[in-house]
């Protein structure tokens, strides 16, 4: 589809009666076609634009854009935008880098197919543009497959672009795949990895639903702390070599496996987080975790704490422990 303009975004839908054949050869194409970056284009602003086609909450200058995983900080005035859109639904664009100096990653574009048949053995993509000099990379953008039979040897993919020059990568994008069935495609194949550059960006999602079968979501990659969306209670999800934060989880189950993390967000000087697990089944791998240290109040002088005392119970510096003291809870500092 074309690549969004300052004024315009687009996306790609493709409906197929019976058969959709991508041969090794060829591919269905959306990348860099989402949300402009820094200096890109018509962008004359060196912030990427967003959610909305706006640079309002945009990722600044280094910084690279999100989508279905948050983008990775550069190395110069670190902001990155929101994550957003649905992980059931992906219907929107990525959000484009920050720019320094050259322009920022575009952010992947937008393909929604509904086929009776796909033979997928080349690729469907959707994936960030790269940053260039000194700038961030562009967050994957959003990819629906609904399909009564899917089968190939190919790659769906939604993928962060890589920042350059101290930038960081852009957050992976949104795959949506529902089917009836699918005798030989590898699911490994569907990806939604963060770019790499000074720091790497968080994973996007991955949402797999079989007719008759639990619905499945996972998150796998490497890369910044992401918030997990809000979940429906009847995803079976797995976490996979994954840092992400929560703070009230329902789900049919949840696997943590290949060095996941989760936490809930840290504390700050105006809230506090909490962590509430509901599942039916919990798997935490041996190289895994769940892990909420140093998530609480702040200690004196940390974070957004000016106060040299250590905050304490209502998130208040009242009654907290006082320079080189220990703070308290179970036992006395």
Known sequence: HPVATVLSQFGLELNVTNLLTVSVDSRIDVSGRGYL?????????????????TNTGGSLRRNGGSYGGL??????EQFVNV?????????????????????????????????????LDGHLLANGGNGVTWSGGGAGGGIKLRVSTLSGAGAIEARGGNGT??????????????????????????????????NTAASGTVFIGRTGEPVQLVIRGSGVETPLPT???????????????ATNMTVASLVLTNGSVLRH???????????????????????SRIDVSGRGYLGGLSGGNNDH?????????????????????????
């Open 265 to 287: 967000p840290g504390a700050t000087v105006t809230a506090e987080s909490r962590l509430t697990i509901t599942a039916e089944t919990l798997v935490i791998a041996a190289d």
């Open 309 to 333: 005392r250590g905050r304490t119970l209502g998130n208040t510096s009242e009654g907290g422990s006082l320079r080189r003291n220990g703070g308290s809870y179970g036992g006395l500092g």
């Open 231 to 245: 979940f429906l209670g009847d995803e079976h999800v797995v976490l996979d070599n994954a840092l992400v934060s």
């Open 71 to 76: 983008g990775a900080f550069g190395s110069a």
């Open 83 to 119: 994550v957003y859109g649905a992980y059931r639904d992906p219907n929107e664009l990525g959000s484009g880098g920050g720019s320094d100096a050259g322009a920022g990653g575009n952010g992947g574009g937008l393909v929604r197919i509904t086929a009776g048949s796909v033979q």
């Open 37 to 53: 970056g820094g200096l890109s284009g018509g962008n004359n602003d060196g912030r990427g634009r967003t959610l909305g086609n």
């Open 165 to 198: 020059g101290n930038g960081g990568g852009g957050g992976g994008g949104r795959i949506a795949v529902t089917y009836e069935a699918a005798p030989d495609f590898e699911f490994a194949n569907v990806r939604a990895e963060g770019g790499g550059g000074v």
